[in-house]
């Protein structure tokens, strides 16, 4: 069974750069797609980006500039970076398996979700 | 962008009846449609796929239906569990998108 866990720290100061990571475990991240997803206290859900098997990402363009997504095979680790957080980046952060049928994109495995917030 | 809309935002029903929940799309979406269930401080949980096909473990009061840009998530006989918020994704085109989510609520 795959699990996930998002970790990172829970404050944030404005300005400053969001990294979380999310490890797996059950299975090797290697031939799976993986997304961050985020939703704000009381919201909606909003997909961030996804990296797939090769490292090749796709960005929210709402948040693009700001995102980086990699990934660490040898400790089967997906890692996220937000640069120049505001207050609006406070959120619950999930991270999620995309499914295994190809070229189909929705999520059968996420973490349990980690709260950031963005306070100074 | 594919803008998802869901209605209604709150749905009241009793235990034991039908539930219709409503997606509607800004374009076409073809078959690329979701359905997630979230229940308060728990990860979304996915309920349906490609429209229609139940995920695995999804008891079959569940059923999904609909093409291009309207989608309907229908509850046969809701059980106290059923009670939760409701989300629609599309995942024909980037960027991903969600509805804004329907929350059902015991009558």
Known sequence: QVQLQESGPGLVKPSETLSLTCTVSGGSISPSYWSWFRQPAGKGLEWIG?????????????????????KEPSKNQISLKLTSVTAADTAVYYCARETEVPGQRWFDYWGHGTLVTVSS | ERVMTQSPDTLSVSPGD?????????????????????????????LIYSVSTRATGIP?????????????????????????????????????????????EIK
């Open chain 1, 50 to 70: 996804r990296i797939d098997p090769p490292g090749d990402t796709v960005y929210n363009p709402s948040l693009k500039s700001r995102l980086t997504m990699s």
């Open chain 2, 18 to 46: 039908r539930a219709t929940l409503s997606c509607r799309a800004s374009q076409s979406v073809s078959s690329g449609l979701a359905w997630y269930q979230q229940k308060p401080g728990r990860a979304p949980r996915l």
């Open chain 2, 60 to 104: 079959a009061r569940f059923s999904g239906s609909g093409s291009g840009t309207e989608f309907t998530l229908t509850i046969s006989s809701l059980q106290s569990e059923d009670f939760a918020i409701y989300y629609c994704q599309q995942y024909d085109n980037w960027p991903l998108t969600f509805g804004q989510g329907t929350r059902l």
